[in-house]
């Protein structure tokens, strides 16, 4: 039998894939006695799932009102973007500074990854790993407050590229993910600070307005397919 611990991280890396992914559209119900239900386990660990799934901007619950996926508006994105990039430049000051060999390693690993669900045509695949990229270089950067902050604002805009943008060619964003890779290897402070900027504002150019609510889900069903994924 799992602790509560490790059902409560599960839930949470279950639903949030769900949500980032948008298999769980902005806007659904998640009501807590379903969700219990699918994770066996009780409404206040449920609640805890649903509290960090708000730190992280990606639900929105509400005094006694059943919880749903959060809707960030447009002018709460520009804001997320904004706060983003301001962090995202201490991110690479850092990460110059520790460079190695194995740094280097693990994100040229990553993108082949990204270029791999690429290939595949898995847009899904593709938002959640160029999400991943910016999250292991949070981790490279050896500052946890950093890296937790980072990976609320990275969630959240994960969420509201999900939402706004059009279908897109990953292609230009892996491209860049190994341009910065270069500037950092070189110790180019400068080249990979403007680069992260330039990437930052490009990936918010593309989170256009589209209003696309979704249907009510079947969110046991989703769940059940995220679930086979987060367990394997
Ligand atoms: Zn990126």
Known sequence: MSSNSDRVNIAHRTLRQAIIEQALKAGTKLPEDEIGRHF???????????????????????????????????????????????????????????????????????????????????????????????????????????ERYLSELVSRCSLILAMYSRPHSSECAINEHSGLINALKKGDLPAAERLMDEHLSSVESRALLEDDLAAEADIGSILSRFSARVAG
Not at 47 to 65: E, I, N
Not at 84 to 94: H, P, S
Not at 96 to 123: C, F, M, Y
Request: cysteine-free; overall charge positive; charged content about 30%.
């Open 40 to 146: 066996s386990m009780s409404r206040t660990l449920v609640r805890t799932v649903l509290a960090k799934l708000q730190a992280q901007g990606l639900v929105d619950t509400y005094h006694k009102r059943t919880a749903t996926v959060a809707q960030p508006s447009l002018d709460e994105a520009r804001d997320a973007f904004a706060v983003r990039r301001a962090l995202e430049r201490e991110v690479v000051k850092a990460v110059i500074k520790r460079w190695s060999p194995a740094t280097e390693k693990l994100l040229r690993a990553h993108v082949q990854e990204e270029e791999a669900a690429h290939a595949k045509g898995d847009v899904r695949l593709s938002t959640r790993l160029a999400g991943e990229f910016h999250l292991k270089l949070a981790e490279l950067a050896g500052n946890a407050l950093l």
